[in-house]
């Protein structure tokens, strides 16, 4: 599009999937979820709506949430997962994007690893897809 070309690439790095999947080795218990629809959870800047704007034949329309297409949605989404999970990642969960795997080496600590993520997920209203986790 006019505006993925107007647009600097945010170079933000996404996860090394091979370090992803090392960093699960060892553990008892994974439970995977995935966010439902997660570029669309995440509000536009209100100064970049108009920028998203198009035409149909009866209105016009903007976005009020990130859409899918976007060149740097991906960093952006990523960005985020990383700063709201910051404390949890690497020890109890992995994120890639929209995916999430909460890990724990012993059984009776993934109740309480669960719960702090949930917790985090629902304080930032995010929405999880029931059919994917």
Request: proline letters at 5%; charged letters at 25%.
């Amino acid at each position: 599009t006019d505006l993925n070309k107007a647009c600097p690439k945010d170079s933000y790095p996404l996860p090394n999937i091979d370090k992803l999947v090392d960093n699960l080795a060892g553990y008892k218990l994974l439970s995977f979820m995935d966010a439902y629809s997660g570029y669309n959870q995440i509000p536009m800047y209100e100064g970049d709506k108009d920028k998203t704007a198009f035409m149909t034949e009866g209105a016009n329309y903007k976005y009020n949430v990130m859409p899918f297409g976007l060149k740097n949605a991906g960093a952006t989404y990523q960005r985020m997962m990383n700063k709201v999970f910051k404390e949890e990642i690497g020890d109890m969960l992995e994120v890639y994007m929209d995916d999430m795997i909460v890990k724990s080496a012993v059984e009776m600590e993934h109740e309480t690893h669960l719960n702090t993520v949930f917790s985090k997920v629902r304080r930032y209203n995010m929405k999880l897809n029931p059919e994917k986790c």
